[in-house]
């Protein structure tokens, strides 16, 4: 396969354009000895190939509007910068990489559909192409999404999310942009605000890191600790992104707002104005919230993604300090901590499979053991039988996490962002 005149993207970066791309499939009787090759061919670079070797995923827009998705791909071969060559485990249209995110309970409704998904991307996409190439972006693609995002989650008021079910790719540009939008909402939902709140809300969290586009990723994805200066750029961001919108009217104050505010932190902390309490706006906490906790659960250049039981726990310490703690006492009884189909260890060693989960008991859903001893029941509620309970997930694929997670763990740091530490773009 050979596409011609291709804008290439890697996170929040447009790493630049390139005259063709060339992909050629593996050979799975070969196995590892004939792996897919691709070729970069007249690769321009807007700054240089640091992103590029710092990403496990690219984005490949083309002349014709078609978008490909190569995954986890590895530079192997630079000596020639006109002719650069790697592998991936994949190079596919966008369309055929996203599932159905479904509610935790058999037969309960989708919460957004494979269509919804995929236009969401597709706009968040279009959004960071015209940011490198436009002073001013406009929003109204973003409300066309919002309108089809705020419909499905209405037919959805009891839905527990499944929250591993939303990590589609390795990227964190594009899905945490629509993850935090697709938490924001539900759990305003949940908070009861009107559908024009809701609107706003995910108008806004949708946009909510657009500004990132305009720091530069030397930064974004620097591995080590950030400079005093590198920092203050960091913290520039939710004003760039309100500067990129201008001054459309197809983006409500309310919206902005969620924009601006969305890093002020509950004691008053934050960045840009340092506000506290109810000083927030509403819909910038509720933000704060859906992008704390996705991103803690999304791998970055600087630290491994976090469990969901992890992050819940490092937000609950940070309780009346960076989060109000209605909202997020409300977020957590909408969250699956262990959805199904998840293997985990229960207090006596024994290994089980989550069936389904209890709405509101977080930590005790129903489960069945995976080798149940003679007379003993093979499918258990923990939320009936409180003599048992869960301790970790089990290692690998089944269990969604390559390590087991103790509740007797130390919550891990998750601190604001400082000076010279570690940060959470």
């Not at 321009?44 to 791909?73: K, P, V």
């Not at 129903?366 to 007379?375: A, E, K, N, S």
Request: proline fraction near 8%; charged fraction near 20%.
């Amino acid at each position: 396969m050979t596409l011609h005149d291709v804008q290439v993207f890697t996170g929040y970066c447009h790493l630049g354009n390139c005259r063709e791309f060339v992909w050629e499939g593996g050979d799975p009787a070969a196995g590892p000895s004939r792996p897919a090759r691709f070729w970069l061919v007249g690769l321009r670079c807007i700054e240089d190939l640091e992103a590029l070797m710092l990403r496990t995923d690219l984005y490949l827009h083309t002349s014709d509007q078609r978008e490909y998705l190569l995954a986890n791909f590895q530079i192997t071969d630079i000596s020639d910068p006109e002719k650069i060559r790697g592998v991936a485990s994949a190079c596919r249209l966008l369309m055929e990489e996203f599932p159905k995110i479904k509610g935790i309970q058999p037969g309960e409704n989708v919460v957004i559909s494979k269509a919804t998904h995929l236009l969401a991307f597709r706009t968040v996409s279009a959004l960071v192409s015209s940011a490198h190439t436009k002073s001013h972006v406009d929003p109204r693609a973003a409300n066309e999404v919002i309108n089809e995002l705020v419909g499905e989650i209405i037919k959805a008021p009891n839905a527990v999310l499944n929250l591993l079910a939303i990590k589609h790719t390795d990227d964190y540009t594009f899905s945490h942009n629509i993850n935090v939008a697709t938490l924001a909402m539900v759990l305003g939902q949940a908070l009861g605000l009107s559908r024009d709140q809701l609107h706003d809300l995910g108008a806004g969290a949708l946009l909510h890191d657009l500004g990132l586009l305009r720091v530069p990723g030397r930064i974004l994805h620097k591995e080590g600790k950030l400079t005093p200066e590198e920092f203050s750029e960091i913290t520039r961001h939710p004003r760039l992104g309100v500067d990129l919108i201008g001054p459309s009217r197809d983006l409500s104050a309310p919206a902005r707002e969620v924009i601006l505010q969305h890093h002020e932190r509950f004691q008053g902390k934050g960045y840009p104005h340092g506000r506290a309490g109810d000083r927030i706006p509403l819909l910038a906490r509720i933000c704060a919230v859906a992008d704390a906790f996705d991103a803690m659960t999304s791998d970055r250049p600087f630290r491994p993604a976090l469990t969901p039981y992890q992050a819940m726990r490092a937000m609950l310490a940070q309780t009346g300090t960076h989060f109000d703690p209605e909202i997020l006492r409300v977020f957590l009884g909408k969250l699956s901590l262990y959805p199904p189909g998840t293997q985990v260890i229960l207090q006596d060693g024994s290994p089980a499979v989550v069936v389904r989960g209890n709405a509101g008991l977080l930590i005790r859903p129903v489960v069945r053991l995976l080798h149940p001893r003679p007379g003993q029941p093979a499918v258990i509620d923990l939320a009936r039988d409180r003599t048992r309970f869960i301790i970790g997930v089990a290692p690998g694929p089944a269990g969604g996490s390559s390590s087991a997670t103790s509740p007797t763990s130390p919550p891990p740091s998750s601190s604001p962002p400082s000076p010279g530490g570690r940060r959470k773009p």
